[in-house]
């Protein structure tokens, strides 16, 4: 049953970026490019897009958003409604910033709190991991800041670490699509000890560097063997980024998530934006790849949830008139 004191109910949920070079999902970082989402009960469900780039994306039960609300109604006991969902993101779709992860968690929050919150957020990242198989993106975009999560299949244990405050994001994302799929089915099965070593070590000192805001680590322990060498084939340029960014103005440089956007994390008092931007804008023209740059922050907040009756929230969703 919907909780009738609830008309409709509005989300907005961070994009991500997951591994954050060594910590292979793992570590996820959630960021200031949003996707907000309005649901409500309906005579028949259909779901509207704000945006560019969700050509193809289905407008029926078939959407990805409308089967996550499913799982939550089908995981709280409760008969799934008809429903009529608005969406408008500005996450990019398969450029390694966490779309998919972005709509599994808008779908899951909207849903529980249509309900009247059945499933605490905990259940909800078991549920988000399960579809995903890694909790990297879901965890950093439900809960905001910075994610270290181990999941067994089932459970996904994690801590929350919030970001060094000096910190910022600049993310050059190419315009070509690199789906998760693809880029994993080019890891190794196997890694040598000394890779394992190497991994287990940066991601360790990586994660203790991030909750001590000790920024001055995040070159060496943003390093990685275990995914990014058999990646870059698909990223053109990337090596070099990965291996120049932290000697043009960077603290640390990784692929974002599986790609192929690309990230830079800088201090907001480093003073070298323009020059680190200039670098990796001239990596990808002499690749012969387009991209574009955008500067972001960490998101605090994760997948934030209003309800109430907002009877022209979809005009306003639809037009594009939310606040960010
Ligand atoms: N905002 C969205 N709304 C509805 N469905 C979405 C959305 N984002 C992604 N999806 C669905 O998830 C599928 C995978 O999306 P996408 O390619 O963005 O995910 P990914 O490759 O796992 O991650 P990333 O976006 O981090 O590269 C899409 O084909 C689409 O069906
Ligand atoms: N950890 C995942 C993140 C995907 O966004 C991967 O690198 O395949």
Redesign the pocket.
């Known amino acids: 049953m919907v909780n009738e004191n609830v008309g409709s109910v509005r989300v907005r949920v961070p994009a991500s970026t997951a591994n954050l070079g060594p910590g292979f999902d793992t570590l996820g970082m959630s960021l200031s490019l949003y996707?907000w989402l309005e649901m409500r009960q309906a005579e028949q469900t259909v779901v509207h897009f704000a945006g560019e780039g969700?050509q193809g994306?289905p407008a029926d039960k078939e959407?990805?958003?409308y089967k996550v609300a499913q799982l939550v109604f089908d995981a709280a006991g409760v008969q799934v409604p008809e429903l009529e969902i608005g969406?408008r993101?500005d996450?990019p779709?398969?450029?390694?910033?966490?779309?998919?992860?972005?709509?599994i968690i808008a779908g899951m929050v909207a849903a529980n709190a249509l309900i009247g919150y059945p499933l605490s957020n905990d259940r909800l990242f078991d549920l988000a991991t399960g579809l995903e198989r890694h909790p990297d993106?879901v965890g950093a975009s439900l809960f905001g800041g910075i994610i270290a999560a181990a999941w067994d299949g089932e459970h996904a244990d994690y801590v929350r670490i919030e970001p060094p405050r000096n910190l910022k994001v600049l993310a050059l994302i190419p315009e070509f699509e690199?789906?998760?799929t693809a880029a994993r089915a080019v890891l190794p099965q196997q890694l040598s000890l000394q890779d394992a070593v190497y991994n287990i070590s940066r991601s360790s000192l990586l994660t203790a560097a991030l909750s001590s805001g000790r920024l001055d680590l995040l070159a060496s322990a943003m390093r990685d063997r275990l995914h990014q060498p058999y990646r870059a084939a698909l990223v053109p340029g990337m090596e070099k980024v990965l291996t120049e960014a932290s000697q043009r103005g960077a603290l640390g440089a990784a692929l974002s998530?599986?790609g192929p956007t690309l990230l830079a994390l800088v201090d907001r008092d480093g003073g070298r934006d323009e020059e680190l931007e200039a670098f990796m804008q001239s990596v990808m023209r002499e690749n012969g790849i387009e991209a574009r740059t955008v500067w972001l922050e960490p998101d605090l907040e994760g997948a934030v949830c209003e309800t109430g009756i907002h009877p022209d929230l979809f005009l306003e969703l639809i037009k594009g008139e939310l606040s960010s």
């Open positions: 996707l969700f994306i959407n990805l958003i969406m993101s996450i779709l398969t450029r390694g910033l966490g779309s998919s992860a972005s709509a993106n690199l789906a998760t998530g599986a």
